[in-house]
């Protein structure tokens, strides 16, 4: 049985990083197309930050230069390290994999990945 278990949300201020971490069981995130994506209240689901299956990486606009994405082979984690943050980043936060050979552009823009996480929220306030 496959699962991703996204933990390390919570509630910060403005300017304030946390690091969300994804622990994946049943799949090995070497051999995957992997990302990160969120959903604010009353929005759709969107690609934050994705890796595809070749190691390249891509990052919304709107997260670059503040967010890093990363694969921990030894642990078979997915981590987004994310700061800077303003409130506009408030949202459910998902881990998704997919087998499939993705460009990292598509991984983060293909939203029926094969396995998702339940997602972990983060709040950001003044």
């Known amino acids: 049985e496959v699962r991703l278990v996204e933990s390390g949300g919570g509630s910060v201020q403005v300017g304030g990083s946390l690091r969300l971490s994804c622990e994946v069981s049943g799949l090995l995130v070497e051999d995957y197309a992997v990302g990160w994506f969120r959903q604010a209240p009353g929005k759709e689901r969107e690609g934050v930050s994705c890796i595809d299956r070749d190691g390249s990486v891509y990052y919304r606009n709107s997260v670059k230069y503040r967010f890093t994405i990363s694969k921990d082979i030894a642990k078979n984690t997915i981590d987004l390290q994310i700061s800077s943050l303003n409130p506009e980043d408030t949202a459910v936060y998902y881990c998704?994999?997919?087998?499939?050979?993705?460009?990292?552009?598509?991984?983060?823009?293909?939203?029926?990945?094969?396995?998702w996480g339940r997602g972990t929220p983060v709040t950001v306030s003044w």
């Open positions: 998704a994999a997919d087998p499939t050979e993705y460009s990292d552009y598509e991984v983060c823009n293909e939203m029926h990945l094969e396995y």
